[in-house]
């Protein structure tokens, strides 16, 4: 189905997401100079005049990758398809992710739910007696670290801890990084569009077409040649060959929400992302192992569930 194009594509790309070094970019896209008028919004340079995009969503994505954990919610809708909806929860230190997918029906069971924490991941079922998750991963060998969320490996407890930084290595969940990315990379009309408000935040909108032809050509600091290449084979195949992307920063600097949207075979597709809960602990924990199949007896029990049926 076209529309859970994204929806799937953020669980089945996220190892690479996770691999992939932060967007920075070391281009000559500067702010424009003088004080910043009262109002204090991101968008806001000398009075009158607007802070250029470009340096306003470079510094969101830079902010972004500092933050330890955030929650992004995606939508996504192509032609007359239903809707289809993503939640997921993440935090970077110590290592933790949740994602909830809804299915066509935006009913719980047509959905997905997975859980990964501190680099074993479970998936939620039904098919095993008595289980309610089931692990590809060998939990016999002990988790792969043991520091507590207060503390990172190598520190000593009350250890004076220094202010987060940004780390090339974090990473930036949902579509985020690579819309941004490519706007910077490719897009020829950029620009702010108003303020708005955006799930009661105030915020500066930014919107800017992309070519993908444009985008195949580029190759440079803003966005790494695996997010480039990763773009285009996920919305070429949904047949879109031009987007429009459009970003709300928050006043803090935040991105709190992005859109991208274009015409394929199948229909218009929007694809939207709302993002919240920034630096708010998840507090995702792993399922209790007395409710974890290991992959033999799912595969055992779900093997079996198809021989009744």
């Known amino acids: ?25 070391n281009d000559d896209t500067k702010a424009s100079d003088g004080k910043s008028s009262a109002s204090g919004r991101s968008g806001d340079a000398v009075v009158g005049k607007r802070t250029d995009a470009p340096a306003v969503l470079k510094a969101a994505l830079a902010k972004m990758a500092q933050q330890n954990s955030y929650r992004t919610v995606e939508t996504a809708r192509t032609g007359t398809e239903p809707e289809s909806r993503v939640e997921m929860r993440f935090r970077n230190e110590p290592e ?13 069971s047509g959905g997905t739910h997975m859980i990964s924490v501190d ?3 479970y998936m939620a079922t039904s098919d095993v007696p008595g289980k309610s998750w089931f692990t590809m991963d060998d939990l016999d060998s002990g988790p792969k670290s043991s520091a507590s969320p207060q503390e990172k490996p190598g520190e000593k407890s009350g250890e004076k801890k220094e202010p987060p930084k940004e780390n090339p ?8 990084k690579k819309w941004v990315s490519a706007l910077l990379a490719a897009s020829k009309d950029l620009r702010h569009v108003g303020a708005e408000t955006v799930g009661g935040r105030a915020t500066d909108h930014y919107r800017g077409t992309l070519v993908l ?20 084979l996920q919305t070429r195949k949904s047949g879109m060959e031009k987007a429009e992307i459009d970003v709300w920063v928050d006043k803090d600097g935040f991105i709190a929400k992005e ?37 033999s007896e799912y595969v055992a029990s779900a093997g079996k569930n198809r021989t009744r049926g």
């Open 213 to 232: 032809a444009d985008l195949e050509h580029y190759e440079g600091p803003v966005m790494p040649k695996e997010y480039r290449d990763l773009y285009l």
């Open 96 to 108: 933790a992710t949740e994602v909830k997918t809804l299915g066509q029906k935006n009913t719980p």
């Open 1 to 25: 189905m076209k529309t859970i194009r994204k929806s799937t594509m953020a669980v089945a790309s996220a190892a690479l997401v996770m691999a992939l070094t932060a967007c920075g970019g």
């Open 119 to 121: 680099g074993v991941s």
């Open 169 to 176: 290595g974090r990473r930036v969940q949902g579509s985020m």
């Open 259 to 295: 859109e991208e949207k274009g015409r394929t075979p199948q229909g218009d597709e929007r694809i939207t992302e709302e993002f919240s809960d920034y630096g708010a602990d998840p507090r995702i924990q792993a399922p209790d192992r007395k409710d974890v199949a290991t992959w």
